[in-house]
């Protein structure tokens, strides 16, 4: 354990066993707007990195949303196994809330899976309700667009059927 004396008062911080702990990435850097800033310049790593050390659900998703196609695949090649469960937590909640960024949100799933399948078995008791939660997004997600396709193909039969 170790404390360390701040204007807001004494942090007392315990080393939980399980996590890997890195002091060296707490410093006066680590803010939402360090976040931004790492963005805009195009470091999708570090804002990713930031983000999750900041807890901020939001904010991370934010990060995954804001990242761009071409940068998600060397994102997630370089994403350091302890951040694995933050963020596909958070890409669940975005599925979960109705993103209308599906395809990056998969595409994200489809990178994690592929690069991170030995570390996302060795943390089976950490990423199993992650999972659960996403296959339960999957589906409903797969159910709305099977009634949008079913519709639209009625949609379209009746106006062939119409113009004839």
């Known amino acids: ?33 360090a976040v931004l800033r790492s963005i805009n310049s195009g470091a999708f790593l570090r804002a990713t990195l930031i983000a999750v050390r900041l807890g901020d659900p939001a904010l991370l998703q934010q990060v995954i949303l804001c990242t761009t196609p071409a940068m998600v695949p060397s ?6 196994t302890s951040v694995i469960v933050p963020v596909l937590q958070a890409l669940a ?4 809330d109705g993103t209308p960024h599906v395809e990056h ?6 990178q994690i899976c592929s690069r991170h399948a030995r570390a996302l078995q060795q943390l089976s008791s950490k990423t199993e309700p992650v999972l659960r939660g996403l296959q339960r997004s999957l589906n409903q997600l797969e159910g709305d667009v099977g009634e949008l ?3 639209n193909v009625f949609t ?3 106006l062939r059927t119409a113009s004839s």
């Not at 994102?75 to 350091?80: C, H």
């Open 1 to 33: 354990m170790w404390a360390a004396a701040t204007p807001g008062g004494v942090l007392m911080y315990g080393l939980d066993e399980s996590l890997t702990f890195d002091p060296t990435n707490l410093t006066e850097d680590i803010t939402p707007a």
């Open 75 to 80: 994102v997630i090649a370089t994403l350091p």
């Open 93 to 96: 909640n975005a599925l979960a």
């Open 105 to 110: 949100v998969v595409s994200w799933l489809n």
């Open 149 to 151: 396709c079913d519709s």
């Open 156 to 158: 379209l039969r009746y």
